[in-house]
């Protein structure tokens, strides 16, 4: 019986913490397009836990109206927020959030591809969200 009521209090605890829950943020500053690959930079930080570095993943379509990952012609994991950010710090999670990756893509047919990006939730429960840019998303 003392087994199960710890474990109610613990299933507890876990929903509770994840009701609080949040989703990471960031936006991407800049995309830039030349000779077979692209440059992204921007940030992302996670405020269930600002101390640790968010994952983005970098997703391309061939379609700016294409959200299916499963349809990306290409992914690219392993880009991390740890490049140091100083407009960050008045946020209250430190500086390094910052992320800047050239991609490859001569492995592509010429034409327009399109970038999203999704920054991966570290701590906590949610989603992991599309971080947005105002920009032309397009490149070729």
Sequence with gaps: MRKLK????????????????TD???????????NGSFRVWGWSLDPDDGSKTVEVHVYIFSSSTEDDLGKAVKGIPGTYANISRPDLESMGYGTMH????????????????YVQIYALNVAGSGTNPRLSYSGNGGYK
Excluded: E, N, V
């Excluded at 710890?6 to 829950?21: D, P, V």
């Excluded at 990471?24 to 030349?34: A, F, R």
């Excluded at 910052?98 to 591809?113: E, N, Q, V």
């Design 24 to 34: 990471p943020m960031g936006s991407i500053d800049g995309l830039q397009g030349k």
């Design 98 to 113: 910052g992320f800047d990756r050239t991609i490859d893509i001569s492995d592509l047919s010429a034409g327009t591809y």
């Design 6 to 21: 710890l474990f109610a209090l613990l299933a507890a605890m876990l929903f509770a913490a994840s009701m609080w829950a």
